[in-house]
Structure formats: C-alpha cells, structure tokens
C-alpha cells in the first residue's frame, strides 16, 4: 500500500497564523495546520472563523492566505509593455469594453472577435484603432496573439477560448472566472507615470474598484507633476553620470528631496538642464 504524501504547509503561516489569538488555541492552530491529514483526496481541516473541523480541497503557494479550506492563488503584479503587440478580445459587450479602452492607451494591436459590439467599440472601430471580425469565435483565432481575453456572456464560449489559449501558452484572462485564466486584472489609478494597482486576488472585484477609489482620492494630479520630475532626474543622472556609486548617492538625495510639497504649494517650477547640472555638480563637490 502506497504511504499517502504529507503535505507541509509554509511555516511563517502556520506559527503565526493570528496575532491576537491566545497563545495556547495560537499554538494548538498551528500544530494542527503542520498536521493535515488527507482523506480520500480531501483534506481535513480546523476552520478557526467556523470553529470546527471541515473537509475540503486545498491549493496553497508559498506565502498564500488562509480561506475556508483553501490557500488564495498567489498571483505575481506585472507591468508589460503591450506596444504593438497583438492581443485578442473576443466578446463585445460592457466588460470588452473596458478591457479595450485600457489596451487602447496601452498602444497594442487590437483584434475583436464578436457578432455585435457597444457603442464605443464601434467608435473606436471606426477610428482604426482596433479591428473587428464581425462574427463568433472560432478555433484557431487566437494564432499569433501575445494576450488574450476572454469576455464574452457565454461561459462555454469563454472557456473555449481559454482551452486554445492555454494549448498555445498564450496568457489569457477569463472574465466570468478568473481562476480559470492565467492572469486576471487589476483596477487601477493612473497619475501620469503613476500607476496603482489594487487587487483581492479575485475574492471581492467590487471590494478592489472601492479602494481604487479611495486610492484615486488620496493621489492627486500633484503626483503626476511629481513622477514627470522623477522621471526626468533618472534619466538625466543615468546620461551624465558614469560612476555607479555617484548615482546610487544622487538617487537617494533625490529620493529624500520633499518635492510634491512644493509641487502642492503651487511653488514647483520644472527644471531645465542647466539647473539639473549645477544640483548634480552640488553633490559631486560634497
């Protein structure tokens, strides 16, 4: 009879799984947690929240979260580059839409495969910024594509076009069941070259477009101000200065330079090149 495999879940979960739990139900937690104990293919489990024991499957990554039987996906924050790049969307409905109008900005290659498409989607259509196959999806229509999204209002549709994405190993986003896909969206803010992204990893879409709004509250158009400057410092420190360790020191001074109160004052005026010289000549002289 074969011994069925332990399964070991991350210490820096199972020693600390709460704070504020007492000491004794702390450590008794935790060794049941280093103890799960595999029952025709489920695993049973103590669910502290339902304060019981309960069975279920399990997934877990190295630093997931703890949620009714199971470990959360451990989803890894990308920034990509999509210029010129070809991606597919098929469905053309609300949420292909929003989807679009972000690929739009992002200067990549759009194709849309869809029957029918809203308002805005043909007015972009109609300005050459994407283009429409007006009719369903069919195999084989995601040959070539860097990114697809899956966004139509038929499940079985949407899984289709992520069964060929993922036989391709295409990165696909399946908007009716995230886990599904191999990536899944964030809401985001954007402040110029500021961008902040919030995600619950797929457990509460609402939950993260309401902090993306608080998010958007809290940061200003200053900080856009204030990134363009950032932005132009590294790229004059990294022109004129050829000696690592003068850089690593100009980038921490301007680190430390309290310029978004300035730009907040009104009193901010950009630099030209001459003033970027003389402030790197200043530190140069220390």
């Given at each position: 009879?074969?011994?069925?495999?332990?399964?070991?879940?991350?210490?820096?979960w199972?020693?600390?799984?709460?704070?504020?739990?007492?000491?004794?139900?702390s450590?008794?937690?935790?060794?049941?947690?280093?103890?799960?104990?595999?029952?025709?293919?489920?695993?049973?489990?103590?669910?502290?929240?339902?304060?019981?024991?309960?069975?279920?499957?399990?997934?877990?990554?190295?630093?997931?979260?703890?949620?009714?039987?199971?470990?959360?996906?451990?989803?890894v924050?990308?920034?990509?580059n999509?210029?010129?790049?070809?991606?597919?969307?098929?469905g053309?409905?609300s949420?292909?839409?929003?989807?679009t109008?972000?690929?739009?900005?992002?200067?990549?290659?759009l194709?849309?495969?869809?029957?029918?498409?809203?308002?805005?989607?043909?007015?972009?259509?109609a300005?050459?910024?994407?283009?429409?196959?007006?009719?369903?999806?069919?195999?084989?229509?995601?040959?070539?594509?860097?990114?697809?999204?899956?966004?139509?209002?038929?499940?079985?549709?949407?899984?289709?076009v992520?069964?060929?994405?993922?036989?391709?190993?295409?990165?696909?986003?399946?908007?009716?069941?995230?886990?599904?896909?191999?990536?899944?969206?964030?809401?985001?803010v954007?402040?110029?070259?500021?961008?902040?992204?919030?995600?619950?990893?797929?457990?509460?879409?609402?939950?993260?477009?309401?902090?993306?709004r608080?998010?958007?509250?809290h940061?200003?158009?200053?900080?856009?101000?204030?990134?363009?400057?950032?932005?132009?410092?590294?790229?004059m420190?990294?022109?004129?200065?050829?000696?690592?360790?003068?850089?690593?020191?100009?980038?921490?001074?301007?680190?430390?330079?309290?310029?978004?109160?300035?730009?907040?004052?009104?009193?901010?005026?950009?630099?030209n090149?001459?003033?970027?010289?003389?402030?790197?000549?200043?530190?140069?002289?220390?």
């Open positions: 009879m074969t011994r069925p495999r332990r399964l070991h879940l991350p210490s820096p199972y020693k600390h799984p709460c704070k504020n739990m007492p000491r004794a139900f450590l008794t937690f935790g060794w049941i947690c280093r103890n799960v104990a595999r029952v025709r293919g489920f695993l049973l489990y103590f669910d502290p929240f339902a304060g019981k024991m309960q069975k279920g499957t399990v997934c877990y990554t190295q630093y997931g979260n703890f949620r009714k039987g199971y470990l959360m996906t451990y989803y924050p990308l920034m990509m999509l210029e010129n790049r070809r991606c597919v969307i098929v053309g409905g949420v292909a839409e929003r989807k109008a972000s690929l739009i900005d992002a200067g990549a290659e194709v849309l495969i869809s029957p029918e498409a809203t308002s805005p989607l043909e007015q972009w259509i300005e050459g910024r994407l283009t429409w196959e007006r009719r369903g999806y069919r195999e084989g229509d995601l040959k070539g594509a860097f990114l697809v999204f899956a966004a139509t209002d038929q499940a079985e549709v949407n899984d289709a992520t069964a060929e994405a993922h036989a391709l190993g295409i990165p696909v986003n399946h908007a009716g069941e995230g886990g599904k896909g191999s990536f899944i969206s964030p809401s985001v954007r402040r110029g070259g500021l961008v902040l992204c919030v995600s619950t990893s797929g457990a509460g879409p609402l939950v993260a477009k309401k902090l993306s608080d998010l958007d509250a940061f200003g158009e200053d900080y856009e101000t204030y990134v363009e400057f950032l932005s132009t410092a590294r790229k420190i990294k022109e004129r200065e050829p000696d690592a360790h003068r850089r690593a020191v100009l980038f921490k001074a301007l680190a430390e330079m309290d310029v978004l109160a300035s730009i907040r004052k009104g009193r901010f005026q950009a630099w090149e001459n003033k970027w010289i003389a402030w790197m000549d200043e530190y140069r002289e220390e």
